[in-house]
């Protein structure tokens, strides 16, 4: 049986390969799908996956919101990242 941590850092993997298998099926991936993904990625401490899906939805022409935001800020702080999500944060202000 797997611990709740276990399962919580999982998810991110199983979020991440989910937007792959929706791009591939033609699926098109929206604010609300990536907002999903970078929680996930916050949830499981991978800030860095957190902040390169907000590149990804750049590319994509996907529009970022406050969720989106507060998830990778969220992401930063649990990992320390503290420049990064303050970088967010002014970013997110404009």
Do not use: P
């Amino acid at each position: 049986q797997q611990s709740a941590h276990a399962k919580k850092n999982g998810q991110w993997v199983q979020a991440l390969r989910l937007l792959v298998e929706m791009a591939f099926a033609h699926v098109e991936l929206c604010t609300i799908t990536y907002n999903a993904a970078v929680s996930a990625c916050e949830k499981g401490g991978q800030w860095d996956q957190a902040l390169r899906l907000l590149v990804e939805t750049a590319s994509a022409h996907v529009e970022l919101n406050t969720i989106t935001y507060n998830a990778a800020v969220s992401a930063c702080e649990k990992g320390s990242e503290w420049d990064q999500a303050s970088r967010l944060l002014v970013e997110m202000a404009f």
